[in-house]
């Protein structure tokens, strides 16, 4: 479950981030939330394999 949520947000981040490439002026903070929730999808990926 936390993976689901986790995937989705991550890709609506990574499409944010992207957009902001061609935008006039990008910024870092599309970048940064798509770092968090990328580690954060790891971290869970990890646990969930770890899982018995």
Known sequence: M???FL???TVMA???AVAEL???AP???PGLV???FATA???AFRAWRRAP
């Open 2 to 4: 936390l993976l689901g």
């Open 7 to 9: 995937t989705v947000f």
């Open 14 to 16: 990574l499409i944010a």
């Open 22 to 24: 061609w935008s006039p």
């Open 27 to 29: 910024g870092i903070v």
């Open 34 to 36: 798509l770092l968090g």
């Open 41 to 43: 999808w790891g971290f």
